[in-house]
């Protein structure tokens, strides 16, 4: 949805019961009688209302942004005593930084029919440090009980006008009103968006009454708007989304001009290729690249007599094993180019930028990629605005083909980006064009495993040697797990019914364009009925539940990639035995799935092979009921047993 600028007066309406002002800490006889959420029945508590109203404060040094919520909650069920934490993030960087001021907070209770009325206490506010750019305050609110009504407010100060605060006017709770406010000022013109809804159940525009305000001998009055929302469901955070942030009802603003005391109007980035020129131009990304590339030139011009092809995976796995990632995002260099190569340790900028330099020097094409990853949410091309990247990727041209690329984790294959990454699009930065690189995987992800088993009937065991094979972020996510903790790794599989009897032997660890191995020795048991062995031929390593758990689905299904797994088990009939019940053959096969099951016996051998697939990478929402029926019928299958008894010749003995 493209922003709107705010200077037109769009519709006025008007919930005179909801817009109305709300005293804080004095409730309203409706607060106490609501039992539950009338549109949402089932819901553990509900917003009453929660309303939140950003402004320009003034003093004799200028402006700030001031940012006032008020939001009052009612709890019905202990599942939503968590309702009463909050969380205030806070922005600081360059020796500025974001204040919270004001928080007051009371919990109501009734109790021996009367109401009580408990304060927040100052002492229970406190601050937690989240990274180098945030902090954050934290409270609980007190006595939280069945049937508690919650009431907060605070005042967030501000000296960031690109960051007019973002309102949501959803939750994980249903809200029966949610309003923001926003008054501007003349000196800065901002856009919106609104995402989720076509359009608010409230809107007024208006000039603020009383006496106007002036600055530097300009007098001015400041324009008010109004935008709310009535009966908003909650936000089912469902599993594979994008992001949670792609999909909730809010409204963003981006500073779109800065109109100067002066007369002269300053535009915020108000095309594509001013947002290029801004960052190619910028000491942290464009110049520091060409710095990478002079320090290309003369340390790694011995690379130019290899291959592109070569030069690309050269560099990357120089990059990958000289370099440390420091954990910290950014589509800008943290530290200068020689702190980088001094310190050996950089966010995603120093390193992806660096590359594309070094790239450069040894004469291939790589261009800056700047993407929003998937928890930061899918980016909006409707308006230029450098705040919604959080990471840089290379575009590099190898042999008239163009590849994305990243250099920032040391286990991840060259021919991959970090999953994270996969998120729609990105914006290729380049002086010359504007355009966009989708960034998506087709190849599969796979995962096989190949099972070897014996049956010992003395000890009532099944005896075996697995075989793992993984691809694509299969690999990565294996190796990732096995390198961090390998004890851990080996504890994983043992929680699977698994007895590991050996060491966990593996192979291509390091060389990560080939498949990730491991294999090891297990036991597991199985069920004895009389003289009936129940075995499960894949010893319960396939998923015993369906992932797709909801009974409909609103929004689209992500799986980030394309992904399959094969299961093959073959197993020895111990002497004596004869099989008595075999899985019946499987197929599906559409343009979304497919999945294939057999069980044969030969002579003393049983082989049951087990493969099934995701043909895409997402799905549209009305193709979840066909994805949740396919995911029942295959964990059915793959966790379907094999029945073997005794030979009647024996089975009296």
């Given at each position: 949805?493209k922003y709107?600028l705010l200077?037109l007066?769009?519709?006025?309406?008007?919930?005179?019961?909801?817009?109305q002002e709300i005293?804080f800490?004095t409730?309203?006889?409706?607060d106490?009688e609501?039992?539950?959420?009338?549109?949402e029945?089932?819901?553990?508590?509900v917003?009453l209302?929660?309303?939140?109203?950003t402004w320009?404060?003034?003093?004799?040094?200028?402006?700030?942004l001031?940012f006032?919520r008020?939001?009052?909650i009612?709890?019905?069920d202990?599942?939503?005593f968590d309702q009463?934490?909050f969380e205030?993030?806070?922005?600081h960087?360059n020796g500025?930084?974001e204040?919270?001021?004001?928080?007051?907070?009371?919990?109501?209770?009734?109790e021996e029919?009367?109401?009580?009325?408990?304060?927040?206490?100052t002492?229970s506010v406190?601050?937690e440090e989240i990274n180098?750019y945030?902090?954050s305050?934290?409270?609980?609110?007190?006595k939280?009980?069945?049937g508690?009504?919650i009431?907060?407010?605070?005042?967030?100060?501000s000296?960031?006008?690109?960051?007019?605060?973002d309102?949501?006017?959803?939750?994980?709770?249903?809200t029966?009103?949610s309003?923001?406010?926003?008054?501007?000022i003349?000196?800065?013109?901002?856009r919106?968006?609104?995402q989720?809804?076509?359009?608010?159940?409230?809107?007024?525009s208006?000039?603020?009454?009383?006496?106007?305000?002036?600055?530097?001998g300009?007098?001015?009055?400041?324009?008010?708007?109004?935008?709310g929302?009535?009966?908003?469901?909650?936000?089912?955070?469902?599993?594979?989304i994008s992001s949670?942030n792609?999909?909730?009802k809010?409204?963003d603003?981006q500073?779109?001009?800065?109109?100067?005391p002066?007369?002269?109007?300053r535009?915020i980035?108000?095309?594509?290729?001013s947002l290029?020129?801004e960052l190619l131009?910028?000491?942290e990304?464009?110049?520091?690249?060409?710095?990478?590339?002079?320090?290309?030139?003369k340390?790694m011009a011995?690379?130019k007599?290899k291959?592109e092809?070569?030069r690309l995976?050269?560099v990357?796995?120089?990059?990958?094993m000289t370099?440390?990632?420091?954990?910290?995002y950014g589509?800008y260099?943290?530290?200068t180019f020689k702190e980088f190569?001094s310190?050996?340790t950089g966010?995603?900028?120093?390193?992806?930028?660096?590359?594309?330099?070094i790239l450069?020097?040894?004469?291939?094409?790589?261009?800056?990629?700047?993407?929003?990853?998937?928890n930061?949410?899918?980016?909006?091309?409707?308006f230029?605005y450098a705040?919604?990247?959080?990471y840089?990727?290379a575009?590099?041209?190898?042999?008239g083909?163009?590849?994305?690329?990243?250099?920032?984790?040391d286990?991840c294959?060259?021919?991959l980006?970090?999953s994270?990454?996969i998120?729609?699009?990105?914006?290729?930065v380049d002086e010359?064009?504007d355009?966009w690189?989708?960034?998506s995987?087709?190849?599969?992800?796979?995962?096989e495993i190949n099972l070897?088993m014996?049956i010992?009937?003395?000890?009532g065991?099944?005896?075996?040697l697995?075989?793992?094979?993984?691809?694509?972020y299969k690999?990565l996510?294996?190796?990732?797990?096995?390198?961090?903790?390998?004890?851990?790794?080996?504890?994983?599989?043992s929680k699977?019914?698994?007895?590991?009897a050996?060491?966990i032997?593996?192979?291509?660890m390091?060389?990560?364009?080939k498949p990730?191995?491991y294999s090891?020795?297990?036991t597991?048991?199985?069920?004895?009925i009389?003289?009936?062995?129940?075995?499960s031929?894949?010893v319960?390593?396939?998923?015993q539940?369906?992932p797709f758990k909801?009974?409909?689905?609103?929004?689209p299904?992500d799986?980030?990639?394309?992904?399959?797994n094969?299961?093959?088990?073959?197993?020895?009939?111990?002497?004596?035995y004869?099989?008595?019940?075999?899985?019946?053959?499987k197929?599906i096969?559409?343009?979304?799935?497919?999945f294939?099951y057999?069980?044969?016996v030969n002579?003393?051998m049983?082989q049951i092979i087990?493969?099934f697939?995701?043909?895409?990478?997402s799905?549209e929402?009305?193709d979840?009921k066909e994805l949740?029926?396919?995911?029942?019928a295959?964990?059915?299958?793959?966790?379907?047993k094999i029945?073997?008894?005794k030979k009647?010749?024996l089975a009296?003995?």
């Amino acid at each position: 949805m493209k922003y709107r600028l705010l200077s037109l007066l769009l519709f006025i309406s008007c919930f005179s019961a909801l817009a109305q002002e709300i005293e804080f800490g004095t409730l309203q006889s409706t607060d106490l009688e609501i039992k539950e959420c009338s549109f949402e029945k089932d819901a553990p508590a509900v917003v009453l209302f929660d309303k939140g109203k950003t402004w320009f404060a003034q003093d004799d040094r200028g402006f700030i942004l001031r940012f006032d919520r008020h939001v009052r909650i009612k709890i019905f069920d202990e599942a939503a005593f968590d309702q009463g934490n909050f969380e205030i993030p806070l922005y600081h960087s360059n020796g500025k930084r974001e204040e919270v001021k004001d928080i007051e907070g009371f919990t109501f209770n009734i109790e021996e029919g009367k109401v009580e009325k408990t304060p927040l206490k100052t002492e229970s506010v406190y601050k937690e440090e989240i990274n180098e750019y945030w902090y954050s305050k934290k409270f609980a609110m007190p006595k939280i009980k069945e049937g508690s009504i919650i009431d907060v407010k605070y005042t967030i100060y501000s000296p960031y006008f690109s960051f007019l605060r973002d309102w949501e006017f959803q939750t994980d709770i249903p809200t029966i009103y949610s309003e923001y406010k926003v008054q501007m000022i003349p000196f800065y013109s901002y856009r919106y968006r609104l995402q989720g809804a076509t359009k608010v159940d409230h809107f007024k525009s208006y000039e603020k009454k009383g006496l106007g305000r002036s600055f530097i001998g300009i007098e001015f009055t400041d324009m008010v708007y109004e935008f709310g929302l009535k009966n908003v469901p909650s936000f089912k955070d469902e599993d594979f989304i994008s992001s949670r942030n792609d999909y909730v009802k809010k409204i963003d603003f981006q500073l779109a001009e800065i109109n100067e005391p002066s007369g002269y109007k300053r535009k915020i980035m108000d095309s594509w290729s001013s947002l290029s020129k801004e960052l190619l131009d910028s000491p942290e990304f464009g110049k520091y690249i060409k710095k990478a590339e002079k320090w290309g030139d003369k340390n790694m011009a011995y690379l130019k007599e290899k291959s592109e092809a070569e030069r690309l995976n050269a560099v990357l796995d120089y990059m990958k094993m000289t370099y440390k990632w420091d954990q910290y995002y950014g589509k800008y260099a943290r530290i200068t180019f020689k702190e980088f190569n001094s310190k050996l340790t950089g966010n995603i900028g120093n390193i992806n930028l660096a590359t594309i330099g070094i790239l450069r020097s040894l004469d291939l094409e790589a261009e800056p990629v700047i993407i929003s990853t998937r928890n930061n949410g899918k980016v909006n091309d409707a308006f230029p605005y450098a705040q919604l990247f959080n990471y840089v990727l290379a575009l590099v041209e190898v042999d008239g083909k163009k590849r994305l690329v990243d250099a920032t984790m040391d286990l991840c294959s060259n021919n991959l980006i970090p999953s994270k990454c996969i998120n729609g699009k990105g914006f290729v930065v380049d002086e010359d064009n504007d355009s966009w690189v989708s960034i998506s995987n087709s190849a599969i992800s796979m995962e096989e495993i190949n099972l070897i088993m014996n049956i010992n009937t003395d000890e009532g065991e099944l005896e075996g040697l697995c075989k793992t094979k993984c691809t694509g972020y299969k690999a990565l996510s294996e190796r990732i797990d096995y390198h961090r903790d390998q004890d851990d790794f080996k504890e994983q599989l043992s929680k699977k019914g698994l007895e590991i009897a050996s060491d966990i032997m593996v192979d291509n660890m390091s060389e990560k364009a080939k498949p990730f191995k491991y294999s090891y020795e297990f036991t597991s048991e199985f069920d004895q009925i009389d003289d009936q062995l129940i075995i499960s031929p894949f010893v319960n390593l396939p998923s015993q539940e369906n992932p797709f758990k909801q009974e409909e689905r609103q929004l689209p299904v992500d799986l980030v990639y394309r992904r399959g797994n094969r299961y093959i088990a073959t197993i020895q009939i111990p002497d004596g035995y004869k099989v008595d019940e075999l899985p019946g053959a499987k197929n599906i096969n559409s343009d979304n799935v497919s999945f294939n099951y057999k069980a044969v016996v030969n002579d003393k051998m049983i082989q049951i092979i087990a493969a099934f697939n995701f043909k895409k990478q997402s799905y549209e929402a009305q193709d979840y009921k066909e994805l949740k029926n396919f995911m029942n019928a295959v964990t059915s299958k793959v966790n379907s047993k094999i029945i073997l008894s005794k030979k009647e010749d024996l089975a009296g003995l």
